[in-house]
């Protein structure tokens, strides 16, 4: 037996009140007014019988009752702080993490991962404390380290399955440093989830403190279910009549199954169902369906791929964003002879694209400053960069984001006015050796004009010869940089940076003439690489998916996005606010908004509308976001590996003497609430009190009658 509070076991020394009060009480005397005392004797009056105790159990009530009061405030109870320390049993601090990423939408999957929350949050202890987290590929914590279990109650009835797909990582490391800040001696890990295999890698880097129990709670079989899907959808856009053309081809898959499922496939439009096909998919197959070809007008159309729905419907839909021109604008000047082909395989390089990722214009000579404000790479093959004032006007244009790409060749080169924004100087004619050609040696695979070549079988251009080149002589630095070197290390390619835009300088050919270029299968790429990379340009996203975050703030980035007229709002200080698909609001920017408004994270499927506040009848700027297709993938890990390999921090798990000292303390007053001893002890102080007022009142009315009766007998 021991105390909480033993400093209340003074109180003790109560004890001898009631036994002072029956020993020094005195009989209350009745004055009777009398005329004369000539009549009356004189008679000694002895009072040794009030010195006496009288009323026994009277007085072991009374002091009974009080030893059960004192004993009470000092809230006694067994202590077990040893068993108690060997199992873990003082007061804990829970953290539920409770997954809520779309595959937990399968059947009623989240309805039993909240049972089994409420079931984790409602038998705390007295002292224990709880946290509930909920994640996906981001965690948030909507109750944190309280005793409240009404809160800790709406935590779990207010979350649902999200977009996102499953991550371990986020709530881990939150569940972590909730753990690490707790001053509770004991520690437990309850995790309710499917257990994906997919939102694990094992390399989380999180380790939990010592002495942490990790309890799991395994919703579903972690079995493989039937599913189909959307998997991806290409829009290939072809010119008709100056009016662009979209087709649509998507690849649905299907999962499981045994026979043959027929399934029915919609092109929706802003809303509005244009088309829909009847696939059937094969068991474990996959099935490509291509809608007809429809006119392409307005800009941001929203579009989605739709099927019909399963068990899970995430990922029975795809969504994209559409708009009219986003093909980059070429414009190439040839050699200023007659019959000369000097740009015919550039020129039909570009045309041969997917989706007519490029619009090729060949012209004679230096357009206006408004048409090469439309256009976003300007090539010059064996032709010299103008002087005077087409030079100027084309120099400008660079420096405010246009790309120029010169192939030398042999009239090639530039007038020393505008020396400043090329590369180095150009030379004399260099004839490789031999015949044989010269082969490029030093490639920085790691440029984007050349990453897409640094993986295998994606073509060799080590292989190709090289029979002629201009001299080149370059000095590297932070603008300048050499980015292909033949087998002598001459430059090949060559960038310098001119303001927003670029220069590059090729100083052979892109012909059949001084190289075989033209003719080895890398050419139609590298072709399209330099144009694209001379741009400053990337292929518009037409799609992303949940957990990807924008930075509105970023124009080069947004513009690749197709948003590029947000960040230009923003920049001049105008408010947009974005609405998310299930209607939640989210400010952008402009004079009112904060540097964390710069970054929009994309958390849910469908579509994001950017617009300014107040603007519903203008046509927003939208966002696709579509869920991530893995997260479908049903199959699981296993939970007391998941478990094992969370572990807890080696070394030494003893407290320090203050931290030991505080948790034996803790774990004391949590055996005593849990013991609550003190309550039957008032009960019984109580009854006791109850049952003294009753004796009391008896024994006064005797006493009272035996006065009465001797003043009558008298």
Known sequence: MAFLVPAFLAGLLLVGVPILVHLTRKQKSKVVLFPSLMFLQRVPYTSENRRRIHHWFLLALRALAILLLVAAFSRPFFDRSDEVALSGGGPTERVILLDQSWSMGLDDRFEAAQAAARTAVSNLGPLDRASVIVFGQSASAPARSTADPARLRQAVDTASVSSEATQYGPGLKLAQSILDGTDLPDR??????????????????????????????????????????????????????????????????????????????????????????????????????????????????????????????????????????????????????????????????????????????????????????????????????PGGGEGQRLREWIERGGGLLLVAGERGGWPAEFADIFPGELGRIVDREDGRGERLGRIAFDHPVFEVFRGPRTGDLTGVRFFRARAHTVE?????????????????????????????????????????????????????????????????????????????????????????????????????????????????????????????????????????????????????????????DIAGLDPEEFAATLGSRTGDSALPPGEAERALELRRADQEQRQSYWRLLLLGAFVILVIETVVSNRLSRRAARRGKHAQATG
């Open 476 to 632: 590297e630095s932070d603008s300048i940089r050499v980015i292909a070197r033949f087998d002598d290390g001459s430059p090949a390619l060559t960038e310098q940076r001119v303001g927003a835009g670029r220069v590059l300088v090729w100083t052979s050919t892109l012909d059949a003439f001084w190289t075989d270029l033209a003719l080895q299968p890398v050419f139609l790429p590298l072709a399209h690489q330099l144009v694209r990379y001379a741009s400053g340009r990337s292929d518009a996203v037409a799609a992303f998916t949940t957990g990807q975050v924008l930075d509105v703030s970023d124009s080069r980035a947004m513009e690749t996005a197709g948003l590029g007229e947000v960040a230009d709002a923003l920049a001049a200080e105008q408010d947009r606010i974005a609405f998310a698909p299930s209607g939640s609001t989210r400010n952008l920017g402009g004079a009112t908004a904060g540097s964390e408004d710069r970054f929009l994270t994309l958390t849910e499927a469908g579509f994001y509308e950017i617009r300014p506040p107040g603007a519903d009848d203008v046509r927003p700027v939208a966002v696709a976001v579509n869920v991530e297709r893995a997260e479908a």
């Open 188 to 385: 437990e890990l309850v995790v309710i989830s499917d257990f994906q295999r997919n939102g694990w890698t094992g390399e989380e880097g999180v380790i939990l403190p010592p002495g942490t129990s990790v309890r799991t709670v395994r919703i579903g079989e972690g079995e493989a279910v039937a599913n189909h899907a959307v998997a991806g959808v290409t829009l290939s856009r072809e010119v008709v009549q100056g009016r662009e053309r979209i087709t649509p081809t998507a690849r649905l898959t299907r999962l499981g199954g045994e026979e043959e499922l027929q399934v029915e496939a919609s092109l929706v439009l802003d809303g509005q169902v244009l088309q829909t096909r009847q696939v059937t998919l094969p068991a474990n197959g996959a099935e490509l369906v291509t809608f007809q070809p429809f006119t392409l007008s307005e800009r941001h159309t929203q579009g989605t791929i739709r099927i019909t729905a399963d068990a899970l419907p995430s990922d029975d839909e795809f969504h994209f964003i559409l708009s009219p021109g986003r093909a980059l604008g070429v414009t190439v000047l040839g050699p200023p002879s007659q019959g000369n082909s000097g740009d015919l395989y550039l020129r039909r390089a570009l045309e041969i694209s997917e989706g007519n990722r490029f619009d090729v214009q060949s012209v004679a000579s230096i357009p206006s400053a408004e048409a090469l404000a439309l256009r976003n790479v300007v090539v010059l093959t064996d032709r010299r960069f």
